[in-house]
Structures are given as C-alpha cells and as structure tokens.
Nanobody, 126 residues
Framework: QVQLVESGGGLAQAGGSLRLSCTAS????????MGWFRQAPGKEREFVAS????????FYADSVKGRFTISRDNAKNTVYLQMNSLEPEDTAVYYC???????????????????WGQGIQVTVSS
C-alpha cells in the first residue's frame, strides 16, 4: 500500500498559477501510473490528469487541457500538477492517487486507482 501526501495548494487569483506535489512512501511508486482528481463543493470527484509509470504518457480532462501539466520524478517518489491560467471553476479539493496495478499505460477511471491522498484545497478567486 502506498501512502500519498499532497502539498502546494492554497489561494490563487484567476489567471495565476499553483503547483501541487504528491509524495509517496511505501509501495512501488516508480511502477505505478499516478493521477490527480478534484472535487468541487456539491459535485462528484472528477478526473483531472494522469501519467504512466515512466512519465512518457500523460492524459488530461478536456477542462484542463493546455492549462495543467502533470509530471513525475521517480527518484523523488513525487508527482506534480502544474496549474496555469487558473479559473474560479478550478476551485476544489485536489487528490492524488496511485494505480492499483503496475506498468499500465493509460489509467483514468477513478475505480482503477487504489491508494489516495487526503486531499488539498485549491481556491481560485475572480
């Protein structure tokens, strides 16, 4: 089982940037795809982005494509989410998650992720 801890959230103005980090301990981070999800008040949790085990393939929700970038550093057991051109609609609790299995290329469904961080608040003011 992988323990995941998010950091880097907070308050930003519309048009600004934030970078989220998620550091893993335990498990086999370098073998697992990683994902970011978010949940806004009154809404269901939704997929934001994912990256395969090597970092060579990335996938994004249409709502963040071109604005957010997911990356990973396997030597540091850390996955990042760079968020640019933030919009008030990006306000949510952001969660990182680890794939249930190893070596997979494309993992985007919430049910496919087995370990989750506690979540971190991102608030974008207009």
């Amino acid at each position: 089982q992988v323990q995941l801890v998010e950091s880097g959230g907070g308050l930003a103005q519309a048009g600004g940037s934030l970078r989220l980090s998620c550091t893993a301990s335990g498990g086999t981070f370098s073998r697992a795809a990683m994902g970011w999800f978010r949940q806004a008040p009154g809404k269901e949790r939704e997929f934001v982005a994912s990256i395969n085990w090597s970092g060579g393939s990335t996938f994004y929700a249409d709502s963040v494509k071109g604005r957010f970038t997911i990356s990973r550093d396997n030597a540091k057991n850390t996955v990042y989410l760079q968020m640019n051109s933030l919009e008030p609609e990006d306000t949510a609790v952001y969660y990182c998650a680890a794939d249930r299995w190893n070596w997979r290329l494309k993992v985007v469904a919430e049910a496919e992720f087995g370990d989750w961080g506690q979540g971190i608040q991102v608030t974008v003011s207009s």
